[in-house]
């Protein structure tokens, strides 16, 4: 076909279009399309090789419906629709490729083509594809329910994978926080065991804080005493800070040793003074004895805070406020 030919056909098909858009869509007979060929300047020979055109594009779009090469299909079909729009065979062959191919893909637009050739089909007045067609019709509905019931599928599928996601994360979740929560319970106790033990290290010294005073009545009325011991064993008593334990122990110390060296220069009455030492060393014993026991529950806590962090590594005691501490290091003499 030259390029003349090609251009006359052209021209046809528009035509034929227009003339079609002004009759509603109702199908234009083989007569009707030959008159639109002679107003664009078609010759009868053209018609004719028009006709031929579209018969070669319909018999080369058939074998590729043979060989279910659908894609290849549509094309030919389509070549041969565009010259004669209501041939009966091309469109039934051009909704069957169109349907094959949503029937693969689900794509909704090889529906709408499948439906659309389907249709027209049914509206010429010739009615021996109308059978076909029908069924056609019929399949391209039935493979539209397949689509949509894989999809629920699918769909199903994802929201149950979902779900199950959720349910795992929801199961991990509940047995992090029952862990977290079950070794916090235990940190928070043994931290109460550590104030408890605390507040028993800071009675004993307050109970030989109690014995200062009649020391300090007894070394002014001893026939001798160091002045200067007793002066800074008072100005150490001022300088008690229980918030900072470990200076507070080692102003503790500091008291111990000033009351050790200022009773040790003291002149005065021997049972009062013996009575008085008596005292003054069973303090000193249940000091020790309470610093022991507060470094070892300090241990028994730290190791808990160790053992929390090991099972729970990604959430770390530090961020429920549990941390290590210093134990103290304690030098009483005895």
């Given at each position: 076909?030259?390029?003349?030919?090609?251009?006359?056909i052209e021209d046809y098909v528009a035509k034929?279009?227009?003339?079609?858009?002004?009759?509603?869509?109702?199908?234009?007979?083989?007569?009707?399309?030959?008159?639109?060929?002679?107003?664009?300047?078609?010759?009868?020979?053209?018609?004719?090789?028009?006709?031929?055109?579209?018969?070669?594009?319909?018999?080369?779009?058939?074998?590729?419906?043979?060989?279910?090469?659908?894609?290849?299909?549509?094309?030919?079909l389509k070549q041969a629709v565009a010259i004669?729009?209501?041939?009966?065979?091309?469109?039934?062959?051009?909704?069957?490729?169109?349907?094959?191919?949503?029937?693969?893909?689900?794509?909704?637009?090889?529906?709408?083509?499948?439906?659309?050739?389907?249709?027209?089909?049914?509206?010429?007045?010739?009615?021996?594809?109308?059978?076909?067609?029908?069924?056609?019709?019929?399949?391209?509905?039935?493979?539209?329910?397949?689509?949509?019931?894989?999809?629920?599928?699918?769909?199903?599928?994802?929201?149950?994978?979902?779900?199950?996601?959720?349910?795992?994360?929801?199961?991990?979740?509940?047995?992090?926080?029952?862990?977290?929560?079950?070794?916090?319970?235990?940190?928070?106790?043994?931290?109460?065991?550590?104030?408890?033990?605390?507040?028993?290290?800071?009675?004993?010294?307050?109970?030989?804080?109690?014995?200062?005073?009649?020391?300090?009545?007894?070394?002014?009325?001893?026939?001798?005493?160091?002045?200067?011991?007793?002066?800074?064993?008072?100005?150490?008593?001022?300088?008690?800070?229980?918030?900072?334990?470990?200076?507070?122990?080692?102003?503790?110390?500091?008291?111990?040793?000033?009351?050790?060296?200022?009773?040790?220069?003291?002149?005065?009455?021997?049972?009062?003074?013996?009575?008085?030492?008596?005292?003054?060393?069973?303090?000193?014993?249940?000091?020790?004895?309470?610093?022991?026991?507060?470094?070892?529950?300090?241990?028994?806590?730290?190791?808990?805070?160790?053992?929390?962090?090991?099972?729970?590594?990604?959430?770390?005691?530090?961020?429920?406020?549990?941390?290590?501490?210093?134990?103290?290091?304690?030098?009483?003499?005895?």
């Amino acid at each position: 076909m030259d390029e003349r030919e090609s251009k006359i056909i052209e021209d046809y098909v528009a035509k034929m279009l227009e003339v079609q858009k002004e009759q509603f869509e109702k199908p234009l007979s083989l007569k009707e399309l030959k008159e639109i060929a002679f107003s664009v300047g078609m010759s009868e020979s053209e018609w004719q090789a028009s006709q031929q055109v579209m018969e070669q594009h319909l018999r080369t779009g058939k074998g590729h419906v043979r060989n279910k090469n659908w894609l290849d299909a549509v094309t030919e079909l389509k070549q041969a629709v565009a010259i004669n729009p209501y041939h009966e065979d091309a469109l039934y062959n051009l909704a069957l490729s169109y349907h094959e191919l949503y029937r693969k893909s689900g794509t909704e637009l090889y529906k709408k083509e499948a439906k659309s050739a389907a249709d027209r089909v049914l509206k010429n007045q010739d009615s021996k594809m109308d059978a076909a067609s029908i069924a056609l019709l019929n399949e391209i509905r039935n493979t539209e329910t397949d689509h949509k019931n894989k999809r629920n599928r699918v769909l199903m599928i994802i929201g149950g994978v979902i779900i199950g996601v959720f349910l795992i994360f929801l199961l991990l979740f509940w047995g992090a926080s029952a862990s977290v929560g079950s070794r916090a319970n235990e940190l928070e106790q043994l931290q109460v065991k550590v104030e408890q033990n605390w507040a028993q290290v800071e009675n004993v010294y307050q109970r030989r804080e109690t014995l200062i005073p009649q020391i300090v009545n007894l070394a002014k009325s001893a026939s001798k005493y160091d002045a200067a011991k007793l002066n800074e064993l008072q100005r150490k008593r001022g300088e008690l800070n229980p918030s900072n334990r470990d200076d507070y122990r080692k102003k503790q110390e500091e008291i111990t040793k000033a009351l050790t060296e200022l009773m040790a220069n003291m002149e005065g009455n021997a049972q009062t003074m013996r009575d008085i030492q008596i005292q003054v060393e069973g303090s000193e014993n249940r000091i020790r004895v309470e610093w022991k026991k507060y470094n070892d529950v300090v241990a028994e806590y730290n190791t808990g805070v160790v053992n929390y962090n090991d099972a729970i590594g990604s959430f770390p005691a530090s961020m429920l406020g549990y941390k290590a501490k210093e134990k103290i290091k304690v030098e009483i003499k005895k």
